[in-house]
């Protein structure tokens, strides 16, 4: 079975530039959720998906960043404009519903997608 | 304060060593505490998975879980060089069992051979 795959693996772009980034998560996961690493600092949540709905949205960073899940498969995340302090490791992780597992919320992560704005 | 502490190291040990690793955390809701491995440029791979205080081990892992004290636990026994990575410890607090993880810092681990 195929993992959580991410497109691109790195993007190199300047300030002002838009960047999109894509998720693919495992097929049969409902739950998608978006990460970001920033420099020197830990992992932090930034959205979560339930199919094509956003379920919690609380840690996206501001209006530059849009999240879309349409038909409820894959996932994309768009920056724009891009800013110096976007720049970081954005991950990508999905889920089954718990209520199928009769289990927690467990997450596969991607590879990540390494964003550098200059 | 942050939610989850986490001594970031690194922190090297010779092959076959015993590898304790720990997290506090200051979020009583917390139910579910996670260890993740993740390999330099890849993303964190699930390791171990508790609900709630307890001990849970499989093979030469093994996580322990304290609410009363806020602090978990990974143990890593006979270290091997392939174990040398970064690990995340990570809890959620489920209302729905829908929320989101959070990550403490991570710990930098070194096996030398």
């Known amino acids: 079975e195929a993992g959580v795959t991410q497109f691109p693996s790195h993007s190199v772009i300047e300030k002002g530039q838009t960047v999109t980034l894509r998720c693919d998560p495992i097929?049969?996961?409902?739950?998608l959720y978006w990460y970001r690493r920033v420099m020197g600092k830990e992992i932090k949540f930034l959205l979560h998906?339930?199919?094509?709905?956003?379920?919690?949205e609380s840690g996206m960073p501001n209006n530059r960043f849009l999240a879309e899940r349409t038909g409820g498969t894959y996932s994309t995340l768009k920056v724009q404009p891009a800013e110096l302090e976007d720049s970081g490791v954005y991950f990508c992780?999905?889920?089954?519903?718990?209520?199928?597992?009769?289990?927690?919320?467990?997450?596969?992560f991607g590879p990540g997608t390494r964003l550098t704005v200059l | 304060q942050k939610e989850v502490e986490q001594d970031p190291g690194p922190l090297s040990v010779p092959e076959g060593a015993i590898v304790s690793l720990n997290c506090t955390y200051s979020n009583s809701a917390f139910q579910y505490f996670m260890w993740y491995r993740q390999y330099s440029r890849k993303g964190p791979e699930l390791l171990m998975y508790?609900?709630?205080?307890g001990n849970k081990e499989d093979g030469r892992f093994t996580a322990q879980v304290d609410k009363s004290s806020k602090y978990i636990s990974l143990f890593i026994r006979d270290s091997q060089p392939s174990d040398s990575a970064t690990y995340l410890c990570a809890m959620s607090a489920p209302k729905t069992s829908y929320d989101k993880v959070i990550f403490g810092p991570g710990t930098s681990l070194s096996v030398i051979p």
């Open positions: 998906f339930v199919k094509e709905s956003k379920q919690d």
């Open positions: 992780a999905s889920s089954q519903d718990p209520r199928r597992t009769g289990g927690g919320d467990t997450q596969y």
């Open positions: 097929s049969g996961h409902d739950n």
């Open positions: 508790t609900y709630s205080s």
